[in-house]
């Protein structure tokens, strides 16, 4: 049974032979997902979630010992969500990798340290600080850790077991996850299975990683107790863990994706790499091409010609992408284009996460294109929003920009397997059934979207083309044509701005404090929302899903009754507050910020609790 | 499209070409024409991708499917256009600012690609749109409105570079050459994989050189190996008045390439996919190290 003995909650010595009983345990509730106790001193409850952060030097297997957790953990049926950090460098530089398990739903990655894990000494100066005040630290033997923190840290002699037992120093990783699984009182099952799996044909290999697991456990399972976790409860729901890239490119094949071309830039990489493997495997096409410029232009080639097409960049990429986005807003062509923001100004900061492309993506380009701008607020969200942008691409012959971040497009996350069954298909109106005659491609119509002439189509033939053109396609330039084409290109998207966009709205419908976010934000405005409504405010979160069109309505109702509008985002000029001043004319309280990290659920709380009491 | 054989005309849009009188372009739209109706092509499977430039306003007056673009950017939405239906005859367009200033860095991975297109230069050796400054391939000394002491760089050898960037078909003709024009439009649409023309098309109107061009040109000697890469470097590096084929070889085009390639893939859908990422599988990430 658990030591009864523990100080602040921490056990001492050995005994944990009972560690399995923990579910039975009573939850502690307070604070977010129950990281932290107001219960008896003392009184050893397992926690809902819990967040270990992995430190050291990339290359040095943090990456792959939050890997291995995420898997277990996810495998092991608890939601899990990830977050870290890297350098820009491929080898060298610090790194650091967080994973929030939780036996109930969890929306963000969490921001007290329940466990950090350093494998140097460098690990400990940086991250100390995120501990919570109840925080335990595993670390490797030769990183000083000051004596106030003796009671909850203890060694484990990473470097040494990985090689005496892992048969080498890549074998640090599964002495640290063991030493974690040891300190959360984890099942090591989960993981056993994991390597096996991996090393199927490899028998001596996998014993020594499993001893070097086990011999981390005895290490960690020093600290057990006051850091376990409540049993995860069985689930039927089929569950998949995934990142938002991922997401992404799994819910544009759902939408029927054909091509996709893309140019490498971090952190967007990963969905041409996946799409290279898979999309071959449905019968599509992918292709890796020398720039932005012209995977965008060979993308509205493919679409021009009938096909879904889509590719995906970040900042500079979709910097270089901008002159294409007014031919497609022009020439009325639908394309997917994911932009998975990052640092910027200019290379800016490749490896961190910033929301700062959302003006780029509403206005950028010469020449005012109409385009339709969508941000998804969760991993799940990313498989929709790919599902919706090819709707809405098709639908009104627009590009569709997806704007994600270094956040959302590389953080791991368990979420419900998304059912295929419920995707739908717009089909794109063509000049199937129309005498060539009577056809006009951009012919002015009740919705103002036109007949799209497809290549083999005998009656659609047509030039599309960026150049000014009258219903035929054929250039003109006088006002009635060119006033006539403008209207025509915008008001095709007025379904999206009179609600056929379903926008992720949280909380009270007309609260006296509003938060107004998008994107990658979400989760930990939410779980800070719900402890400010648990605690008796009057809060609730309004997220557009689609930003362009903005919904002005929406948000004017939603603001309706507020004393305070809070707009958080990530990036430095404020760029979702300016749009909700000028678009609805309201007041906001903006509180931007730009530090390449996300928000967490504390710093937003802090903003709604702190402020209150000042006010 | 009636079952007779096609006439140039019937590949005549309405629309009447905005060019100046005596425009060399309208030499390479007779001949495309033509070469069309040789290649009895149906216009509704046939894509013409064009730049932007005087030259760049060619998909507007024939009657086929058109995409005018941007400024340097048709050759990779005519990859696009071909790569997403194979079925196409696809034809890009444009002029030498369009292909060799703005748009050159496409030129190379088209060529290396092998994309199955044929791509249709105009080459005034000027801007014409933009009202007759110096182009990339502009001869040294030119004077021009952003050359007023003439032209201080050496232009491009458009046939030598195709060469060296492996285009698998390398041609040039002349717009007032139309008979020979059209044929090598006609083997450059045969040609599985990327065909380069490079068409001298005088701009009457800000460079004129109709007269010295017409006295510069001859025939590509008999005797040229097409098939013999050096034979087409030297004859490219003599100087670029010999009109014919230069250079010819055939290599799987990149559309083979992927049909190969889709053959030989798994098929799959989404929701075979999403079961690799079922959680209690256990997903593909990094996995444990190997030690
Ligand atoms: C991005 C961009 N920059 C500049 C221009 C202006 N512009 C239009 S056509 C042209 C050059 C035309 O020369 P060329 O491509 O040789 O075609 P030509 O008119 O001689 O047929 C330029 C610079 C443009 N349309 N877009
Ligand atoms: S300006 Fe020159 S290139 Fe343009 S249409 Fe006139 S003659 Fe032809």
């Not at chain 1, 990142?243 to 094949?253: C, K």
């Not at chain 2, 250079?247 to 098929?267: D, I, M, S, V």
């Amino acid at each position: 049974m658990l030591c009864a003995s523990s100080v602040r909650g921490w056990s001492l010595g050995f005994a944990n032979d009972g560690r399995r009983t923990l579910a039975a345990r009573r939850p502690r509730s307070s604070g977010f997902g129950a990281a932290a106790g107001d219960d008896h001193e003392g009184a050893l409850v397992a926690r809902h979630s819990v967040v270990i952060r992995l430190a050291g030097e990339s290359g040095e297997g943090v990456i792959s010992s939050g890997d291995i957790l995420t898997q277990a953990a996810a495998r092991g049926g608890y939601w899990t969500q990830t977050f870290r950090t890297y350098p820009a460098e491929i080898k060298g530089g610090p790194c650091m990798y967080q994973v929030r398990m939780g036996d109930r739903k969890i929306y963000s990655h969490g921001r007290e340290v329940d466990l950090l894990v350093c494998f140097n000494q460098e690990a400990w100066d940086l991250h100390h600080d995120a501990l919570g005040s109840e925080g335990a630290i595993l670390y490797d033997t030769g990183v000083d850790i000051p004596d106030e923190y003796a009671e909850r840290a203890r060694p484990v002699r990473m470097e040494q077991l990985a090689k005496e037992l892992g048969g080498s120093l890549r074998a640090k990783n599964m002495v640290a996850v063991g030493a974690v699984s040891g300190v959360i009182d984890f099942d090591t099952a989960p993981i056993e299975e994991l390597v096996l799996r991996r090393y199927a044909h490899k028998q001596g290999v996998a014993d020594a990683n499993i001893a070097a697991l086990h011999a981390g456990e005895a290490e960690g399972g020093d600290l057990s107790g006051a850091l376990a976790i409540v049993d995860p409860v069985e689930v039927e729901e089929d569950r998949v863990l995934m990142s938002g890239n991922q997401a992404l490119a799994l819910g544009a094949v759902a939408a029927g994706l054909d091509y996709f071309a893309g140019y490498p830039i971090t952190p967007a990489s990963d969905i041409l790499e996946w799409l290279s493997a898979k999309l071959p495997q449905t019968g599509g096409i992918t292709i890796q091409c020398e720039d932005e410029i012209a995977s965008l232009s060979s993308v509205l080639g493919a679409s021009y010609a009938g096909a879904k097409a889509m590719t995906a960049t970040s900042g500079p990429g979709l910097s270089l992408m901008s002159e294409l986005l007014g031919l497609a807003g022009a020439a009325e062509i639908p394309c997917v284009i994911v932009d998975a923001q990052r640092g910027g100004p200019s290379t800016g900061l490749p490896t961190k996460t910033e929301q700062s492309d959302l003006a780029h993506a509403l206005y950028g380009g010469h020449g005012e294109a109409p385009r339709v701008v969508m941000a998804p607020v969760s991993v799940a969200d990313c498989f929709w929003a790919a599902v919706d942008a090819f709707n809405f691409a098709e639908r009104f012959q627009v590009p569709v920009i997806i704007l994600t971040d270094q956040g959302l497009a590389t953080r791991m996350e368990v979420i419900e397997r998304p059912d295929t069954s419920a995707v739908d298909r717009w089909p794109r109106v063509t000049a199937e059934g129309i005498a060539a005659e009577d056809y006009k491609r951009y012919e002015y119509t009740e919705d103002s979207v036109s007949p799209m002439g497809i290549p083999g189509q005998p009656s659609g033939q047509h030039v599309a083309t960026g150049i000014e053109h009258d219903e035929y396609g054929n250039p003109g330039y006088t006002p009635e044509i060119h006033v006539g084409m403008q209207r025509k290109r915008w008001a095709k998207l007025d379904p999206l701005a009179d609600g056929l966009a379903n926008h992720v709205h949280h909380g009270e419908e007309q609260p006296e404090i509003a938060i107004i976010g998008f994107g990658s934000t979400y989760g930990s405005v939410r779980e800070a929302v719900e402890r400010a409504a648990d605690e008796g405010l009057s809060i609730g979160m309004f997220y557009p899903r689609v930003l362009g069109p903005f919904p002005v309505e929406r948000v004017r109702e939603f603001t309706d009754n507020a004393r305070r509008v809070i707009v958080p985002e990530v990036n430095f000029t404020g760029q979702l507050a300016r749009l909700v001043r000028g678009e609805c004319g309201i007041s906001v309280d903006g509180r931007a910020k730009s530090d390449g990290l996300p928000f967490t659920a504390e710093d937003i709380y802090e903003l709604i609790v702190v402020q209150e009491v000042t006010a | 499209m009636s079952v007779e054989t096609p006439k140039p005309k019937d590949y005549k849009s309405d629309l009447k070409p905005i060019w100046c009188p005596g425009c060399g372009d309208f030499g390479v739209l007779a001949s495309l024409y033509r070469a069309f109706a040789e290649l009895e092509l149906d216009p509704a499977k046939t894509v013409i991708v064009s730049g932007i430039g005087c030259s760049s306003r060619l998909p507007g007056f024939v009657k086929t499917y058109g995409f005018h673009t941007l400024h340097g950017r048709p050759l990779p939405v005519a990859m696009g256009v071909k790569l997403a239906n194979p079925e196409l005859t696809v034809i890009a367009v444009g002029g030498d600012g369009d292909g060799f200033a703005i748009g050159i860095g496409h030129f190379p991975h088209a060529a290396r690609r092998n994309i199955d297109i044929t791509y249709l230069v105009m080459d005034n050796e000027i801007y014409g749109l933009t009202k007759g400054q110096v182009s990339p391939t502009s001869a040294v000394d030119h004077k021009a409105p952003t050359t007023p002491w003439g032209n201080l760089e050496t232009p491009i050898n458009t046939l030598a570079f195709a060469v060296a960037c492996s285009a698998s078909f390398v041609a040039r003709g002349a717009s007032f050459n139309t008979k020979a024009l059209t044929e090598l439009i006609v083997q450059g649409v045969e040609h599985p994989g990327f065909s380069f023309i490079d068409a001298l098309s005088p701009c009457v109107v800000f460079h004129n050189t109709q007269d010295e061009w017409k006295n510069l040109v001859t025939d590509v000697a008999p005797d040229h190996d097409v098939a013999d890469r050096t034979q087409a470097f030297d004859l490219a590096l003599r100087g670029g008045f010999s009109l014919g084929v230069v250079y010819r070889e055939r290599r799987p085009t990149l559309n083979e390439r992927y049909a190969q390639l889709l053959g030989a893939a798994k098929t799959s859908d989404v929701d075979a996919m999403l079961d690799a990422f079922t959680a209690r599988e256990g997903v593909a990430m990094g996995g444990p190290a190997a030690s």
